[in-house]
T-cell receptor, first 116, second 110 residues
């Protein structure tokens, strides 16, 4: 079946531009996560949704970052007024069951954002 | 202090060697534990879950010590194809999110 799909695969933005990154999770997956991964680092948690509810946004680095999942499926991560330090790979992952703590994450192949 | 900390690495080992990675976590409410593998410029993929009693999957053995808040991964008889970054992942009971360590890079050489 289809895995987690992210688009665009690559994005180059000029400093100050707004960007929107899209994630299509595996159909039926309740949980959706966004991570930011800088070069040579592990993924850093940004935010977590259970269906359409954003249960944790403690990892969003500033108020320039905003995420939504209005219908409980597709999610968009928006970054306003991009800065060079926003350059990273943004990974989306989904997980099937909200109450199964052993459910692993299924990752998309990420969006590589470069801010020039 | 990061919530999940790993051996900094890198580890460079010959084929056939045994190598062990360690990971500690700070949140005592952590509920589930995993090892993920990430190849260069690829997304992380689940290697194995870590169970309380320890578990083995072929050449890979994972151990959990809840009292010490410590997880390990042992790879026996290393193969060239084991070269990757290994990420320790911890999921907490109270907020359900999953936190990653910075990863330990392994290079297996012929």
């Amino acid at each position: 079946g289809a895995g987690v799909s992210q688009s665009p695969r690559y994005k180059v933005a000029k400093r100050g531009q707004d960007v929107a990154l899209r994630c299509d999770p595996i159909s039926g997956h309740v949980s959706l996560f966004w991570y930011q991964q800088a070069l040579g680092q592990g993924p850093e948690f940004l935010t977590y949704f259970q269906n359409e509810a954003q249960l944790d946004k403690s990892g969003l680095p500033s108020d320039r970052f905003f995420a939504e999942r209005p219908e409980g499926s597709v999610s968009t991560l928006k970054i306003q007024r991009t800065q060079q330090e926003d350059s990273a790979v943004y990974l989306c992952a989904s997980s099937p069951l909200q109450s199964s703590y052993n459910s692993p994450l299924h990752f998309g192949n990420g969006t590589r954002l470069t801010v020039t | 202090r990061k919530e999940v900390e790993q051996d900094p690495g890198p580890f460079n080992v010959p084929e056939g060697a045994t190598v062990a990675f360690n990971c500690t976590y700070s949140n005592s409410a952590s509920q589930s534990f995993f090892w993920y593998r990430q190849d260069c410029r690829k997304e992380p993929k689940l290697l194995m879950s870590v169970y309380s009693s320890g578990n083995e999957d072929g050449r890979f053995t994972a151990q959990l010590n809840r009292a010490s808040q410590y997880i390990s991964l042992l790879i026996r008889d290393s193969k060239l194809s084991d070269s990757a970054t290994y990420l320790c992942v911890v999921r907490s009971y109270n907020n359900n999110d999953m936190r990653f360590g910075a990863g330990t890079r392994l290079t297996v050489k012929p």
